[in-house]
């Protein structure tokens, strides 16, 4: 997944496909009823509800076909994510651990080589030979790692957890990918609370960070104007900080216009052309061009508005709850993983983007194996 970051939703979905026909095989009517306690448990029906009101957006969108392309894209990814979460754990054989962790360790040193060499190994490769293209493979180990690292130390593998961990880091921070190092760094300084405060604070201080991601990110250009000093952007001009901030403030801009129900479902490639952006200040339009708020949180509100971005975090604080019952580790390695994704997703990327979304279903789906027995039923 790491080194053809395109082809994660296809690998996702064989694997989903895999442990579907597995445990058809086994158990069909299990299966059956297991997918259906899922949908119907709170999780389960605020994302049914969120889908839903996205295919409602269908009925204003302005360009029909753009949020269909990224409908058909994000759906079946969803979809295979969903379902290699919910099947896979518990059924995972022994070896894949030692597999897994020699895959980070492959992906980390290819890209630590190639960046160290002028991209000499990418060039052998007969890839294109752009330093950008290690952005989104860091950032996929930055998600998965620490997931296969918790079911190595489980099994008593703590050497290859401890190699795959610290190939991962050197593998985010050497590429040049900011979102990366957030989401890294995040996710470290989470898991570091996760280990020493009682589970429910922790737990409490993770929510309260997501829902803060989500309330402010309609305001976050303006925020960011006001109180990022020029230091900070002379430090970050490889993240092209000022860019980030023009194009924050364009899309807040937008949601501010239209709060309520959004420009419509995956229209962010073409939202400079949508009414919403007609009525906002004429100096503020040229950056909703760009084809998406580099803020999955401010996608979402301005696509989906006030009752998507609801939703959404009704979905987050969902998502959180059953840590508060994990062991430990567990707890540690899940708000981690929460932290990093929403360090990530807080400056980056398309927020229905299938690499995204089956890099996230993966991670999960380690870390639901590390709470399940090594052996019989999930």
């Known amino acids: 997944m790491a080194l053809a970051n395109r082809s994660s939703p296809a690998l996702v979905a064989v694997a989903a496909l895999c442990f579907l026909a597995g445990r058809l095989a086994e158990d069909a009517l299990g299966a ?5 306690a899922a949908l119907r448990a709170p999780l389960g029906l605020v994302g049914l509800a969120l889908m839903a009101w996205a295919l409602a957006s269908f009925a204003w969108t302005p360009f029909p076909a753009v949020s269909l392309r990224a409908l058909s894209e994000f759906a079946p990814t969803l979809l295979a994510a969903v379902l290699l979460v919910r099947l896979a754990p518990g059924r995972i054989p022994a070896f894949a651990g030692p597999l897994a962790c020699a895959s980070v360790v492959l992906a980390a040193l290819v890209m630590a080589a190639s960046l160290a060499t002028d991209l000499r190994v990418q060039a052998w490769l007969g ?5 950008f293209v290690f952005n989104r493979p860091a950032m996929t180990l930055v998600l998965l790692t620490g997931p296969v690292a918790l079911v190595l130390w ?5 050497v290859l957890a401890a190699l795959a961990l ?3 880091m050197v593998g985010a921070l050497r590429s040049i990918s900011g979102a990366a190092a957030m989401g890294l760094i995040a996710g470290l300084a989470m898991a570091a609370l996760a280990a020493i405060l009682p589970r429910r604070i922790a737990v409490g201080i993770a929510g309260l960070g997501l829902g803060l991601a989500v309330a402010l990110a309609p305001v976050e250009g303006d925020l960011l104007e006001r109180l990022m000093p020029e230091a900070a952007h002379a430090r970050l001009v490889q ?6 901030v023009a194009i924050a403030r364009s899309f807040g801009a937008a949601v501010a216009a239209d709060p309520w129900r959004g420009a419509g479902f995956g229209v962010a490639p073409r939202f400079a052309e949508t009414p919403v952006a007609a009525r906002i200040d004429p100096e503020l ?7 998406h708020p580099h803020n999955t949180f401010l996608q979402v509100w301005a696509e989906l508005g006030l009752p998507g971005a609801v939703l959404l975090a009704l979905a987050l604080f969902l998502g959180l709850r059953p ?4 062991r430990r580790p567990e707890a540690v390695a899940a708000l981690g993983l929460a932290a990093a994704a929403a360090a990530i997703a807080f400056v980056e990327h398309n927020a229905w983007a299938a690499w995204w979304t089956a890099s996230l279903g993966a991670a999960i789906t380690w870390l639901r194996e ?7 039923s999930a």
Not at 154 to 158: D, H, L, N, P
Not at 285 to 291: E, S
Not at 323 to 326: A, E, P, R
């Open 32 to 36: 059956a009823r297991e997918l259906a």
């Open 127 to 131: 890839q294109r030979d752009a330093a």
């Open 154 to 158: 489980r099994r008593g593998r703590r």
């Open 166 to 168: 610290g190939l991962a």
């Open 239 to 244: 993240s092209s900080s000022r860019a980030r």
């Open 285 to 291: 339009r040229p950056m909703l061009a760009v084809g």
């Open 323 to 326: 840590v508060v019952g994990l």
């Open 370 to 376: 590390a709470t399940k027995p090594e052996s019989g």
